[in-house]
Nanobody, 115 residues
Framework: QVHLVESGGGLVQPGGSLKLSCAASGTTFTIIRRAWYRQVPGRQRELVALIFNSGGTTYADSVKGRFTISRSENTLNLQMNALEPEDTAVYYC???????????WGQGTQVTVSS
C-alpha cells in the first residue's frame, strides 16, 4: 500500500505560479511511475504530467512549456507557471506499482486561477 498526501494548492491570479507537492509513504519501493491528474466538475479526470523511475516524462499538450514534473526521494512535485483560468481544477497525485499493477491516489488539492 502507498499513501499519498498532496499540498500546495490555492488561489492564484492568471500568469502566476504554484508548486504542488505529493508525499508518498508505505511501500514506495514498488512505485514504477508517478503522475499528476486534474479534474473539473462534470468532466473526466485528465492526465497532466507523468514521470517514470527512469526520469522520462510526458505532458499534456495544454501544459507543455508551462508545467514541470519532478521527484525527489518520495516527494513528487509539479511546478506550474503562467497559470491560466483553464488550469482551475482539483489536482490529484497518482502512482502505479509493480508487480500488482495497483494504482493509488491522493485526496486532491484545489487549484483556482482567477483575478
Amino acid at each position: 500500500q502507498v499513501h499519498l498526501v498532496e499540498s500546495g494548492g490555492g488561489l492564484v491570479q492568471p500568469g502566476g505560479s504554484l508548486k504542488l507537492s505529493c508525499a508518498a509513504s508505505g511501500t514506495t519501493f514498488t512505485i514504477i511511475r508517478r503522475a499528476w491528474y486534474r479534474q473539473v466538475p462534470g468532466r473526466q479526470r485528465e492526465l497532466v504530467a507523468l514521470i517514470f523511475n527512469s526520469g522520462g516524462t510526458t505532458y499534456a499538450d495544454s501544459v507543455k512549456g508551462r508545467f514541470t514534473i519532478s521527484r525527489s526521494e518520495n516527494t513528487l512535485n509539479l511546478q506550474m507557471n503562467a497559470l491560466e483560468p483553464e488550469d482551475t481544477a482539483v489536482y490529484y497525485c497518482n502512482v502505479a506499482t509493480m508487480p500488482s499493477g495497483d494504482e493509488f491516489w491522493g485526496q486532491g488539492t484545489q487549484v483556482t486561477v482567477s483575478s
